[in-house]
């Protein structure tokens, strides 16, 4: 037993404190309270019998012997992170993938029997939700991210740029003859509430006065959204790559050509820098980066 082996709690809330230089930003990054991450140093120093940090009102600096413990503590700690990684990989050569829902289903489901065919020695394991993953838990190796990208002290890669444009399903544009943006004014639009870019902005960049007011549906899923609109219920906003199944199988339609689209970066690979170190994460990012070169081409299960 190695009783002078200080509690992983203590070392955890010490390395996140030392590389972030506050106790604050380390309380984020391990979800807890500012001074819970002080009572955890407090109580290393008092394990140790030295002095790690030198406090302010304002800051934190560490000692010379917080230094030199930190320079040995952060290595044994990414040690321990190669060594589980390694053991896992071992064990199933798995590849834990979380990704935001909607992208999930409508883009990413319909590509996973190529992944299967490129990479048959790789076993998937896919989970997804609106949360971001906490690669502290060490279950995920990869998250697909939806958002504006800010996610310090982590790998961060776009997906694919994407076109975000109004769609509408075939028989609705045709029922509406629709030839300007300033006859949207007048229809029921669908929101995605949760989208990066909203309807405010698409009129906008069109320059049609909109005043955000009633819409005839929300939801806070892009998968609800286009599934409206596939149904006749109005016209959504959104990427025509996450789309991609519907339009190539004519259930939505473009209303407009692609000069009135906006386009963004929304869709993130992110990951912490280490885990980069394993074969099924650069593959996955590899296919991932094929496949984006052409976002919006149908594939055989949309």
């Not at 300033?182 to 049609?208: E, G, T």
């Not at 590899?286 to 081409?297: G, K, N």
Request: glycine share 4%.
């Amino acid at each position: 037993m190695r009783s002078s082996f200080p509690p992983l709690s203590c070392l955890l809330a010490f390395e996140a404190a030392a590389r972030r230089a506050s106790f604050s930003a380390a309380a984020i990054e391990l979800h807890l309270t500012p001074s819970a991450v002080s009572h955890q140093i407090a109580k290393l120093e008092e394990l140790l019998g030295v002095r790690l940090f030198e406090r302010s009102a304002r800051s934190i600096e560490l000692t010379e012997a917080g230094r030199e413990y930190m320079s040995r503590v952060s290595g044994a700690l990414d040690a321990i992170s190669s060594a589980t990684d390694n053991a896992r990989k071992g064990v199933r050569n798995a590849l834990y993938v979380h990704a935001a829902p909607s992208f999930a289903s409508l883009w990413l489901m319909p590509r996973l029997a190529d992944f299967a065919r490129t990479h048959p020695g790789i076993a998937l394991s896919l989970s997804s939700s609106v949360v971001h993953s906490d690669f502290a838990s060490g279950q995920v190796d990869i998250d697909i991210r939806y958002g504006v990208p800010n996610w310090p002290h982590l790998n961060v890669q776009p997906v694919f740029e994407e076109r975000i444009q109004p769609m509408a399903s075939p028989a609705f544009i045709e029922r509406h003859r629709i030839e300007n943006p300033a006859d949207l004014l007048n229809l029921p639009l669908i929101q995605s509430v949760v989208n990066v870019v909203q309807w405010v902005d698409w009129f906008r960049s069109r320059k049609v006065a909109f005043s955000s007011g009633q819409f005839a549906f929300r939801f806070d899923r892009t998968s609800m959204a286009l599934d409206a609109a596939v149904q006749g219920l109005g016209v959504a906003l959104d990427s025509s790559s996450v789309a991609a199944g519907h339009l190539h199988q004519g259930r939505l339609r473009k209303v407009f050509d692609e000069g009135w689209c906006l386009k963004v970066h929304a869709h993130f690979l992110v990951c912490p820098q280490r885990h980069l170190q394993r074969s099924e994460v650069t593959n996955f990012i590899d296919w991932m980066r094929e496949q984006a070169v052409e976002p919006e081409r149908a594939v055989a299960s949309t």
